[in-house]
C-alpha cells in the first residue's frame, strides 16, 4: 500500500503562485510514476501533470508553460508548482500515484481557490 498526504492549498490571488507538496509512504519503492489530477465543481477529473520514474514528464495543455511537478526523491516528496495561476485553476488538487503492479493510489486532496 501507498499513502499519499496533500500541503500547500489556500487562496491565491490570479497571477500569483502557489506550491503543492505531495508526502509518500509505505511501500513507495513499488512507484513508478506520481502525478496531479483536479476536479472543479461540475467538472470531470482531469489530468494535470505527470512525472515518471526516468524523470519524463507531462502536462495538460491548460497548465503547460505555467505549472511544473518535481521531485525529491530523497525525501519521497513531489512538487507542483504553480505559476501565473487563472480563475480557471480553481479545484481540488489530488496527488495520484501508480505502482509496478498497476495500482492506482490517491491523496484526499487539497483545494486550490484562485479569487481576488
Known amino acids: 500500500q501507498v499513502q499519499l498526504v496533500e500541503s500547500g492549498g489556500g487562496l491565491v490571488q490570479p497571477g500569483g503562485s502557489l506550491k503543492l507538496s505531495c508526502a509518500t509512504s509505505?511501500?513507495?519503492?513499488?512507484?513508478?510514476?506520481m502525478g496531479w489530477h483536479r476536479q472543479a465543481p461540475g467538472k470531470q477529473r482531469e489530468l494535470v501533470a505527470v512525472?515518471?520514474?526516468?524523470?519524463?514528464?507531462n502536462y495538460a495543455d491548460s497548465v503547460q508553460g505555467r505549472f511544473t511537478i518535481s521531485r525529491d526523491n530523497a525525501e519521497n516528496t513531489v512538487y507542483l508548482q504553480m505559476n501565473s495561476v487563472n480563475y480557471e485553476d480553481t479545484a481540488v488538487y489530488y496527488c495520484t500515484a501508480r505502482s509496478r503492479y498497476g495500482s492506482r493510489y490517491w491523496g484526499p486532496g487539497t483545494q486550490v481557490t484562485v479569487s481576488s
Open positions: 509505505g511501500s513507495i519503492l513499488s512507484i513508478n510514476s
Open positions: 512525472i515518471t520514474s526516468g524523470g519524463n514528464t
